[in-house]
């Protein structure tokens, strides 16, 4: 009889721990490269040193699965890679150089992704996947005792507990205050949060780099066909990382820590209890919009992962709970921020980038509540995604058919200090950026101003008027451009003679 399997390749096998360590090692030695680069500095070619470390690193730490051939291929990408950020170091060639890295890494270290469908699964994983897998993974350094066990259950804990309270130190000016009460003198003397968090983020980054983990085909001569194991949400995640005890430790924390905020913002925000003397609501308001919607955005991602489809904390009745609890105090954080971003509003008018944050906290806060309603209606990740994306559709859609330039030089003028007596006075260069829609506010403005307009400004105003006219040519004619060309006749025909 023969052999029912010929070759099955192994799936992800353990490392042992010394070459771990090693792996380790090298990450740490990159992240402190990286601090010397990049912290406190600006980047250019020193993200291009940095992506050769990384390589070299790379190579060093994963030559035995190294196939040579697709290894020239991934240095060819590589060079290619690294032309565009030597030249000029932007968004475009840093999004360049990083997916040369990664495609590099896939060719030379994965020689069985050769369809599309396989190469795209793997870049999936090591993209999404792969910066979490450092301190899981790091953990199998240590001899799983019940010390080590202990640690594993309040390593996530602790380590997201400290990422949110810096978020909440940078949007809360009290809560920085009392965080730096807490840290003894000489901690802050030589250590503090953003460089932890730093050190952190480039550890995550570098790592599947370093450590690198594909999944792996298992193939049975019998059937004659590629079978591939299902993968999970979350494969790089250990039972002890990501267990029951894990998330129902963390949720505990996170709800406490997120109740002190909520606390916080309705006895300041919205009870306007009198803020401490060196600080103005403007401050207290503005400081904190932005760093609670990364802080929503975190939480978000936690709830998906702790609670994803099968795992062993989704049917829980004590999770389940406390899940909801903090998705709703999340949704209240969300609240909070658009309360801070229209207080500062109010003061400091309205722009292109603070309606787009209003929008996008609208967004956040529509995502977490349907993030709870897969959880209740036990439907899968794909179904959220689905959900998210056709919500993400109609409000795109119905911002292109709305007239923001009109809507923000409207807003400002009738909210400036010469029209209401309170705000910043107009900013009358920013209305003339918006465009012709704003013509009509401009007027506006030019009225509440006292005196003769200036003549560069009555020049700028008939630049504008002019490229209405040209507007309404009947090649670039829209029904926006013929809309306000009725209103500014309107308005020259009410305007008193002489």
Not at 86 to 103: G, K, P, Y
Not at 221 to 234: F, H, I, R
Not at 277 to 290: C, E, I, S
Request: glycine share 6%; proline share 5%.
């Amino acid at each position: 009889m023969t052999s029912l399997a010929t070759t099955p390749t192994t799936d992800i096998q353990p490392i042992r721990p010394s070459t771990l360590s090693l792996k380790l090692a090298m990450a740490l030695v990159l992240a402190a490269l990286a601090d010397w680069l990049f912290y406190g500095q600006r980047a250019g070619l020193s993200l291009v040193v940095f992506a050769v470390a990384i390589v070299c690193a790379s190579l060093l730490a994963n030559h035995a699965s190294l196939d040579i051939r697709r290894a020239a291929i991934g240095a060819a990408v590589i060079v290619l890679g690294l032309v565009p950020a030597i030249e000029e170091l932007n968004t475009l060639s840093f999004l360049i150089l990083i997916a040369a890295l990664v495609i590099a890494l896939l060719l030379a270290t994965n020689p069985e992704t050769t369809g599309l469908a396989d190469r795209a699964r793997a870049l999936r994983n090591l993209v999404l996947f792969g910066p979490f897998r450092v301190f899981p993974e790091a953990l199998q350094v240590f001899n799983m005792s019940a010390f080590t066990r202990g640690i594993a259950l309040w390593l996530m804990p602790v380590v997201l507990g400290t990422v949110f309270v810096a978020l909440f130190a940078a949007a809360n000016p009290l809560i920085e205050q009392w965080v730096s009460l807490l840290n003894p003198r000489i901690i802050l003397d030589y250590v503090s949060v953003p460089r932890v968090l730093f050190w952190i983020l480039m550890l995550a980054l570098v790592w599947p780099f370093i450590h690198v983990r594909w999944r792996r085909r298992k193939i049975v001569a019998t059937a004659q066909t590629d079978v591939v194991e299902p993968e999970p949400l979350a494969p790089f995640i250990s039972p002890e990382f990501l267990g029951p005890s894990t998330i129902l430790r963390s949720l505990i924390l996170f709800n406490l820590l997120f109740a002190a905020q909520s606390i916080l913002d309705g006895i300041y925000l919205w009870g306007h209890a009198a803020l401490p003397d060196n600080l103005t609501y403007a401050a207290y308001a503005h400081r904190g919009a932005y760093p609670l919607i990364a802080t929503a955005l975190l939480a978000a991602a936690f709830v998906l992962v702790a609670m994803r489809p099968g795992g062993p904390a989704e049917k829980s009745r004590v999770i389940r709970p406390l899940v909801y609890l903090w998705v709703g105090q999340n949704v209240l954080l969300v609240a909070s921020s658009i309360l801070r971003l229209d207080l500062y509003v109010g003061i400091y008018m309205l722009t292109y980038w603070r309606i787009a944050a209003f929008i996008w906290m609208g967004l956040v806060a529509m995502g977490l509540i349907l993030i709870v309603a897969r959880i209740v209606l036990d439907r899968s990740n794909e179904w959220l995604v689905g959900v998210n994306l056709i919500a993400l559709a109609i409000v795109l859609y119905a911002c292109s058919l709305v007239n923001f330039d009109a809507f923000i030089a409207d807003y400002n003028v009738a909210h400036s200090r010469e029209a209401s007596g309170n705000g910043v006075q107009i900013d009358i260069n920013y209305l003339l950026a918006l465009g012709p829609q704003a013509l009509p506010a401009i007027d506006k403005a030019i009225m509440l101003r006292p005196g003769n307009p200036e003549t560069c400004l009555v020049s700028r105003r008939d630049r504008l008027v002019e490229q209405q006219r040209q507007d309404m040519a009947w090649r670039s004619w829209g029904f926006r451009n013929w809309r306000l060309q009725r209103r500014l006749d309107a308005q020259t025909t009410n305007q008193p003679a002489g």
